[in-house]
């Protein structure tokens, strides 16, 4: 329920380290835009679909990554994709568009299928258990695999349990960063995540080293996953060694997690609307029973992609896209002060009451066939928008669909009186305290 009263720096504070998503009140979620003054500088909430389209697309070159998202991700991802600006993110997008081709994500198809059919073997016997860490392991097996192959450096199991620690102790704003305090006091967030870091980073450097004696001794023999497409894009006027490893790690950080929750958010809401369930169920079912290839049914299964995207709506695995103007500047009436904190909220715009009709409600319809074209391209952003839009957002809707296709047609998932999900803002929209659902095969 969005605050009525403004709350004080302190609490700000507080706030930002516990749920930034509590921040924001009624008002946020009512006008186009809000400049304030925050507790770091000036703010400026982005919620016109118009304003959002001018700091994304129309002015982006003057708007660069904000400064304290910098602060938290580049330590870990350096100048990987997500993180590169200027010279560095162009050369970078462009050696890597190649990698992302329909072709190479139709490619990832059947290992994403084997992958699932494997893992949702362990609900075969039913019962209660954390579909949100559940999430997690699953689009990690499927990482591990269209990544790697599973060739992995390291003690089995080393790499998964490292992530998970990486990202819990490295991924959170630091008060400091967030007061814009000077770079020379030490952040404990950081200090913390030094070593775990090193050795992240030693299995990554391993796990290449190991690819390219495997090529060396049989280039026919390779597998054609992300980082044999990542080394291919290597060379003069494509990625540096060591940003083919900030790219593996940064594909990990923005890839991982953030499907997981797309998925984890997709079975509470369907669970949460049986008669939606339905109708996704026996619209898989049908699907499945005429149509082996997995590559299909992303275009096969409007109703299924309709209630992800919904979930993608009420739950953006990424609440906050924030950038920085490097020049003042005005739009319309707003002002837009040099190295403001330029909010643009999927958190915010997706639930904004001027927007969206019923904006709280569950309602895949709105992406129907028919009725998903009457949507603003501006206030449906979960991917983001314009020339740093997500690269990876194909796989994960192909990834979404093949492992809902599989996990709704055999399983049925139930909320229990347990299931009290409550969004936290971290590195990803997250249920605090988990998912716990009930689990129970279907009886075909
Ligand atoms: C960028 C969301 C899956 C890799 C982004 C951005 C968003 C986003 C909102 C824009 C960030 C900004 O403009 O500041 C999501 C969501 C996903 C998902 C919701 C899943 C449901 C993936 C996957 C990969 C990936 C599977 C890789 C395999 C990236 C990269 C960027 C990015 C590399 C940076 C692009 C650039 O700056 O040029 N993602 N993403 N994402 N995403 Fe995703």
């Given at each position: 329920k969005p605050r009525t009263t403004p709350p004080s720096t302190l609490e700000m504070i507080r706030i930002v380290y516990r749920?930034?998503?509590?921040?924001?009140?009624?008002q946020t979620y009512n006008e186009p835009w809000i400049s304030a003054k925050g507790a770091g500088g000036p703010l400026v909430i982005a919620n016109d679909p118009g304003l959002i389209r001018h700091v994304l697309?129309?002015?982006?070159?003057n708007y660069k990554m904000a400064t304290v998202r910098q602060k938290i991700l580049r330590p870990i991802l350096r100048d990987g994709l997500l993180t590169a600006e200027g010279e560095v993110w162009k050369r970078s997008r462009k050696a890597m568009a190649p990698v992302f081709t329909p072709r190479h994500i139709f490619g990832f198809a059947q290992p994403m299928l084997k992958r699932t059919r494997e893992f949702v073997t362990r609900y075969e016997d039913g019962g209660t258990s954390d579909i949100a860490h559940d999430m997690t392991l699953l689009t990690y097996d499927i990482l591990a695999e269209t990544l790697f192959s599973g060739e992995?450096?390291?003690?089995?199991g080393s790499f998964a349990s490292q992530i998970d620690r990486l990202f819990e102790t490295m991924g959170r704003v630091d008060p400091l960063d967030l007061l814009r305090a000077p770079d020379w006091l030490p952040r404990l967030t950081r200090i913390r995540g030094r070593k775990t870091m090193a050795y992240f980073r030693k299995i990554v450097t391993d796990t290449v080293k190991m690819r390219e004696e495997k090529f060396r001794r049989d280039?026919?023999?390779?597998?054609?996953d992300f980082l044999t497409l990542l080394l291919k894009a290597e060379g003069p006027d494509g990625l540096t060694r060591s940003e083919v490893e900030d790219n593996i790690i940064t594909f990990i950080g923005a890839g991982h997690e953030t499907t997981a929750r797309a998925l984890g958010w997709t079975l509470y809401c369907l669970a949460e609307s049986p008669w939606e369930r339905d109708r996704v169920e026996q619209e898989i079912d049908a699907v499945l029973a005429r149509e082996p290839?997995?590559?299909?049914?992303l275009d096969a299964m409007p109703f299924t992609r309709a209630a992800f995207d919904e979930a993608l709506r009420l739950y953006?695995?990424?609440p906050s896209i924030n950038r920085e103007p490097i020049v003042p500047e005005m739009w319309g009436d707003l002002y837009i002060p040099k190295h403001a904190a330029v909010l643009v909220m999927p958190w915010v715009v997706h639930r904004h009451r001027k927007l969206w009709d019923r904006p709280d409600a569950f309602l895949p319809e709105r992406f129907h066939p028919g009725n998903r074209e009457k949507i603003d391209r501006f206030q449906y952003l979960p991917f983001g928008a314009g020339p740093r839009v997500c690269i990876g957002a194909s796989f994960a809707m192909q990834e979404a669909i093949i492992a809902l296709a599989i996990m709704l047609s055999r399983f049925r998932f139930d909320t229990t009186s347990e299931t009290k999900p409550w969004p936290v803002q971290k590195l990803t929209t997250q249920p605090q305290g988990g998912l716990p659902m009930r689990v129970t095969p279907r009886a075909l």
């Open positions: 749920n930034p998503l509590e921040l924001w009140g009624e697309v129309d002015n982006a070159k992995i450096a390291g003690e089995p280039p026919d023999g390779v597998p054609q290839d997995p590559t299909k049914w953006p695995p990424a």
